[in-house]
């Protein structure tokens, strides 16, 4: 910018080329939003299962009992070699047979999973076995669909309840604050009903399975409930409807067919319809 400078006697002086203004920069605002995309993608990326882990990795995190995401992320990589029919992955069924006595429902649920994926392993099949006695009704179902893959019926009186309304028990003893209403659809580990215990802490109670609540509710807000008292039903969701019917479709018996032809009032979807059609037909061929 150049400003005109006049001297004492009149004259005009050589015009004076004054500094430009710097704009302040917003440097700060670009590392905020890059921070902004940079994080949210390194968590997802550190916890996302389809990452690649080699082999150290997947002994180490498999055996990390005090982060059962790193358990369950071996055990998807377990998975994948397995179906890739890689035979090096052997080397890791005993950590996998650990896993499925873990601490943590989910690490056993996808324990169960991962082990059906190799219906030649014996040590596999008796721990899913042993999975049917599970206290958590995920990982017992998860060992009953499994199992099928051994051509082992033992988990076919799981594989019914999959079909039939859940029966969901309080875990504790107290007053009901709030419940969930009737037609509620609640996926597994979704916030069912609040329950104040005797010592006045707000106990939060999960929905065990997935499912629908159904009519009639066993006990209405403000009721006191014992400990594995009733309090609600879960109609069965469509997904663990297929899962079953396609099981029992290769170790169903004829007492089945009444249970599988009442699950499809329940479901009322045609797909539904059309593999109770063929489990029921497959049935029948064998009976």
Same mark, same amino acid.
């Given at each position: 910018?150049?400003?005109?400078?006049?001297?004492?006697?009149?004259?005009?002086?050589?015009?004076?080329?004054?500094? %430009?203004?710097?704009?302040?920069?917003?440097? /700060?605002?670009?590392?905020?939003?890059?921070?902004?995309?940079?994080?949210?993608? $390194? @968590? /997802?990326?550190? @916890? /996302?299962?389809?990452?690649?882990?080699?082999?150290?990795?997947?002994?180490?995190?498999?055996?990390? +009992?005090?982060?059962?995401?790193?358990?369950?992320?071996?055990?998807?990589?377990? +998975? *994948?070699?397995?179906?890739?029919?890689?035979?090096?992955?052997?080397?890791?069924?005993?950590?996998?047979?650990?896993?499925?006595?873990?601490? @943590?429902?989910?690490?056993?649920?996808? %324990?169960?999973?991962?082990?059906?994926?190799?219906?030649?392993?014996?040590?596999?099949?008796?721990?899913?076995? +042993? &999975?049917?006695?599970?206290?958590?009704?995920?990982? !017992?179902?998860?060992?009953? &669909?499994?199992?099928? !893959?051994?051509?082992?019926?033992? #988990? !076919?009186?799981?594989?019914?309840?999959?079909?039939?309304?859940?029966?969901?028990? =309080?875990?504790?003893?107290?007053?009901? &604050?709030?419940?969930?209403?009737?037609?509620?659809?609640?996926? %597994?580990?979704?916030?069912?009903?609040?329950?104040?215990?005797? =010592?006045?802490?707000? *106990?939060?109670?999960?929905?065990?399975?997935?499912?629908?609540?159904?009519?009639?509710?066993?006990?209405?807000?403000?009721?006191?409930?014992?400990?594995?008292?009733?309090?609600?039903?879960? $109609?069965?969701?469509?997904?663990?409807? $297929?899962?079953?019917?396609?099981?029992?479709?290769?170790? #169903?018996?004829?007492?089945? &067919?009444?249970?599988?032809? =009442?699950?499809?009032?329940?479901?009322?979807? %045609?797909?539904?319809?059309?593999?109770? =059609?063929? @489990?029921?037909?497959?049935?029948?061929?064998?009976?």
């Amino acid at each position: 910018m150049e400003k005109e400078v006049v001297n004492p006697n009149g004259a005009s002086a050589q015009p004076v080329v004054l500094p %430009a203004k710097k704009r302040p920069t917003n440097w /700060w605002l670009v590392v905020v939003a890059a921070l902004f995309i940079i994080v949210p993608f $390194l @968590t /997802w990326y550190g @916890t /996302w299962f389809g990452r690649e882990l080699s082999d150290e990795k997947i002994a180490e995190y498999v055996a990390d +009992e005090k982060n059962p995401r790193h358990v369950q992320h071996a055990l998807a990589q377990i +998975e *994948q070699r397995i179906e890739k029919n890689d035979a090096s992955v052997k080397k890791f069924y005993p950590q996998v047979i650990a896993a499925s006595k873990s601490a @943590t429902g989910e690490v056993r649920k996808t %324990a169960a999973w991962v082990m059906g994926q190799d219906n030649t392993s014996e040590d596999f099949h008796r721990a899913l076995l +042993e &999975l049917l006695k599970d206290q958590e009704p995920l990982v !017992r179902r998860n060992a009953a &669909l499994q199992l099928v !893959r051994f051509g082992d019926a033992s #988990g !076919r009186p799981e594989l019914r309840a999959m079909l039939q309304s859940f029966e969901v028990k =309080s875990s504790t003893a107290g007053t009901l &604050l709030s419940i969930l209403p009737v037609g509620a659809k609640l996926r %597994a580990g979704a916030m069912l009903a609040r329950i104040r215990d005797a =010592s006045g802490n707000v *106990q939060e109670f999960r929905a065990p399975v997935d499912g629908a609540i159904t009519n009639p509710i066993v006990i209405k807000e403000g009721d006191t409930l014992a400990k594995d008292q009733t309090i609600a039903w879960l $109609l069965p969701d469509h997904t663990s409807i $297929l899962e079953a019917l396609r099981a029992l479709a290769y170790i #169903g018996k004829k007492d089945d &067919l009444p249970i599988i032809d =009442s699950c499809t009032q329940v479901d009322g979807s %045609a797909e539904a319809a059309q593999q109770a =059609s063929v @489990t029921a037909k497959a049935i029948r061929s064998r009976n």
